[in-house]
T-cell receptor, first 114, second 115 residues
């Protein structure tokens, strides 16, 4: 079984500042990793995913994440945030042979302030 | 726009009643999964259907059941509703080609309130 820990429930940040949202996972098998964003009253939108290859993954809206196998982490970063980035962000994991059954973290609320 | 549509968007039910939620997956996608997202929590996997057969189930009681139809649309049924069933129910579709990691597309969800 897999588990995901998002240590920060809320992250306030000023517009144009950099941000990092932390994600750690636990698994006894190889995994694929994902970041999803959820805007108020909406479903989940995929930001980026790590399947294999380069550990630095670039996604939509200027986000990127780095897979660190030794630290079992997959932190999400953006060098300069915008007001429109205010949303809930979820890290998720699935076993490589797990048939796309995702295990999610509890989410991090990113609040961008002027 | 993910191409995954869910209905209804909001509904209120009374404890003990039954509810059916519907999902139309993205064109060509043969795998559908359902997730429950309680307020302030991350989504939790309920079950997955692949080519009309259940293909994995999370830690949910049997009163949560589902169907997938030949056109790959799907239903989630919950019997004997409890107050704790109040949540956002998300449908997700993907193309299962034998390789996990295919992009999963989520619908906007159905908000269920049990009173």
């Amino acid at each position: 079984a897999q588990s995901v820990t998002q240590l920060d429930s809320q992250v306030p940040v000023f517009e144009e500042a950099p941000v990092e949202l932390r994600c750690n996972y636990s698994s006894s098998v190889s995994v694929y990793l994902f970041w999803y964003v959820q805007y108020p009253n909406q479903g989940l939108q995929l930001l980026l995913k790590y399947l294999s290859g380069s550990t630095l993954v670039k996604g939509i809206n200027g986000f990127e994440a780095e897979f660190n196998k030794s630290q079992t982490s997959f932190h999400l970063r953006k060098p300069s945030v915008h007001i429109s980035d205010t949303a809930e962000y979820f890290c998720a994991v699935t076993a490589t042979g797990g048939g796309n059954k995702l295990t999610f973290g509890t989410g991090t609320q990113l609040k961008v302030e002027l | 726009e993910t191409g995954v549509t869910q209905s209804p968007t909001h509904l209120i039910k009374t404890r003990g009643q039954q509810v059916t939620l519907r999902c139309s997956s993205q064109s060509g996608h043969n795998t559908v999964s359902w997730y429950q997202q309680a307020l302030g929590q991350g989504p939790q996997f309920i079950f997955q259907y692949y080519r009309e057969e259940e293909n994995g189930r999370g830690n949910f009681p049997p009163r949560f059941s589902g169907l997938q139809f030949p056109n790959y649309s799907s239903e989630l049924n919950v019997n004997a509703l409890e107050l704790d069933d109040s949540a956002l129910y998300l449908c997700a579709s993907s193309l299962k080609t034998g390789s996990t990691g295919n992009t999963i597309y989520f619908g906007e969800g159905s908000w269920l309130t049990v009173v």
